[in-house]
């Protein structure tokens, strides 16, 4: 395994230490949000007026109305508190989550056999989950799917590649899967494909420790700063040392939300993207425009939001995903962030009484089919996800 200077090896075991919903990251779900969602998607259609929170967006090429404030609205379903407790004081690293059983759940196999390019000429579209930091796994991953060639170099001709976020922090070399990706997207360029990636809550974390260290923010549960957070969640010294001008500069410019084929591809499994703009562009707009003005309250606020994460399990997973395609488009949300190993309810002990952990075999389908899960558990003994959509379940 690739190591960073002067780091000792990373043990992995299976662990839910890492995988807590923190108190900034908890919304309660009200009485309302609870009832069972209908089957379908909504019909798309067009608009007349400027779209409010929960509209569709609007077809390619139409002109788009200045983005107007959302009115209120309450919070969409999911991303609930568990019982009554209220959090006290700021942590990040809640620990009495409890484990998800679910019956109506699937876990896809992948394949590695390539499938037949799609009509108009694009390659084939690919999506990887959460890597944080472990290179090795990641090069071995690429591999399998014939996406690099033995020396780590573009193998996939016109292939589409999407990254869904996380990059750094818990694994023994975040930096050098950033500097991976960034040359694997000019590679691709060269090539006629392309190797894109989106913003993960870690790459707002690191930004955030790198550009505002120990400055306070307002958390909502108390004082917080970044560079505390970003220890607790798995940030390696390592890569702070390493981070450079280039990789701040790529991370904050990172789309948040795309669309491809019919998938939604986003980073948390968290409706709260809502909250930033009705159409996709509005809310890549406004993220980038956070990042840009440097504030860090906003940014931490931004941070608090994109951590959250169980919006789509449940009784009313469905529902919060539907809200999610009828406003951005798409058939199906895939999402890394929540660790499938944790939503199959196979998750070990802090002990290792459990320490073999659960097999992974691909990503995890659910809410009605609706939500496609991409982060394997690479950091608790899992597996690191590299699959070609669409899935055929």
């Not at 909250?275 to 980038?288: F, K, L, Q």
């Not at 002990?351 to 991409?374: C, F, T, W």
Request: glycine share 12%.
């Amino acid at each position: 395994m690739t190591q960073g200077a002067g780091q000792e090896p990373v043990v992995r075991t299976a662990t839910l230490r890492d995988f807590r919903v923190p108190p900034y990251a908890q919304t309660p779900v009200p009485p309302q949000a609870q009832v069972a969602p209908p089957s379908t998607v909504p019909p798309r259609a067009p608009e007349a007026h400027p779209p409010p929170p929960g509209a569709l967006a609007p077809p390619p090429g139409a002109s788009v109305p200045p983005h107007a404030p959302a009115p209120h609205r309450p919070p969409p379903p999911g991303n609930a508190v568990v019982g009554d407790e209220q959090p006290e004081g700021y942590t990040p690293t809640e620990r009495d989550l409890p484990v998800i059983r679910r019956g109506d759940t699937v876990q896809v196999q992948t394949v590695s056999e390539p499938r037949p390019v799609p009509a108009d000429g694009r390659g084939p579209l690919f999506v990887v989950g959460d890597v944080h930091g472990y290179l090795d796994e990641l090069l071995a991953a690429l591999g399998e799917q014939g996406l690099i060639d033995a020396d780590g170099n573009w193998a996939a001709g016109n292939a589409r590649l999407w990254f869904l976020g996380d990059f750094t922090d818990r694994g023994p070399d975040g930096i050098g899967v950033i500097d991976l990706v960034m040359r694997l997207s000019a590679e691709a360029a060269a090539a006629g494909g392309y190797c894109k990636a989106l913003m993960g809550n870690h790459e707002l974390l690191l930004i955030g420790a790198k550009r505002f260290a120990d400055t306070p923010v307002n958390s909502g549960a108390g004082t917080a700063t970044f560079q505390a957070a970003w220890l607790l969640n798995g940030g390696q010294k390592n890569d702070m040392e390493r981070l450079q001008d280039v990789h701040l500069q790529w991370m904050s410019r990172l789309d948040a939300v795309v669309e491809e084929d019919g998938h939604l591809l986003m980073h948390s499994d968290t409706t709260a993207y809502l909250d930033y703009g009705s159409t996709i562009d509005d809310v890549n707009d406004t993220i980038t425009a956070i990042l840009t003005r440097n504030d860090a309250d906003e940014c931490w606020d931004l941070f608090r939001k994109l951590t959250k994460r169980f919006a789509f399990r449940d009784e009313g997973g469905s529902q919060a995903v539907r809200e999610l395609l009828t406003t951005y488009g798409g058939q199906r949300v895939v999402h890394g962030h929540s660790p499938i190993p944790y939503l199959l309810g196979e998750v070990g002990t802090e002990e290792g009484e459990d320490s073999s952990g659960p097999v992974i075999n691909g990503p995890h389908v659910y809410a009605d089919g609706l939500a496609i899960a991409m982060d394997g558990g690479v950091t608790m003994a899992g597996k690191l996800l590299v699959v070609q959509l669409p899935l055929h379940d």
